[in-house]
């Protein structure tokens, strides 16, 4: 199988999950483990930001809402710091407008929870060809 990261050649994609919700921070790395990617769960964006993966990071599933700085503030930071990860955006909240304001702002891709694991693919698939 060709890796979805060309960058990398034979190394697998590192993905990176900012969840504070427990159960998705310990079962999406499982997942993405399953579909060829290696993953790091972090449980804010203050803990992404301060981990050192920023760089390697070829794909972000980002949650919406979460204590602290939300995922559409992590999303300006990284931008601020010249950061092009493609982001992947995850949430529980209904509203069309934050869709429509987050894809604005150049996310790859937006879920509702709960999601099925092949939309997930899709969109990781769909984020890594935009690198």
């Given at each position: 199988m060709e890796s979805p990261n060309r960058r990398s050649g034979?190394?697998?994609?590192?993905?990176?999950?900012?969840?504070?919700?427990?159960?998705?921070?310990?079962?999406?790395?499982?997942?993405?483990?399953?579909?060829?990617?290696a993953a790091r769960a972090f449980s804010s964006a203050q803990e992404f930001l301060s981990s050192g993966c920023i760089d390697e990071t070829t794909c972000l599933i980002l949650d919406i809402a979460m204590p602290g700085m939300s995922g559409p503030e992590?999303?300006?930071?990284l931008k601020r710091r010249g950061k092009d990860i493609p982001i992947i955006f995850i949430t529980g909240q209904r509203e069309e407008t934050i869709r429509a304001?987050?894809?604005?702002?150049?996310?790859?891709?937006?879920?509702?929870?709960?999601?099925s694991d092949a939309a997930l693919l899709v969109?990781?698939?769909?984020a890594l060809q935009t690198t």
């Open positions: 034979n190394a697998r994609p590192l993905l990176s999950v900012v969840d504070d919700d427990e159960s998705v921070s310990e079962s999406l790395p499982d997942l993405l483990g399953e579909f060829g990617f992590l999303q300006q930071e304001r987050v894809l604005k702002q150049g996310a790859a891709g937006f879920l509702l929870k709960p999601f969109a990781i698939k769909t």
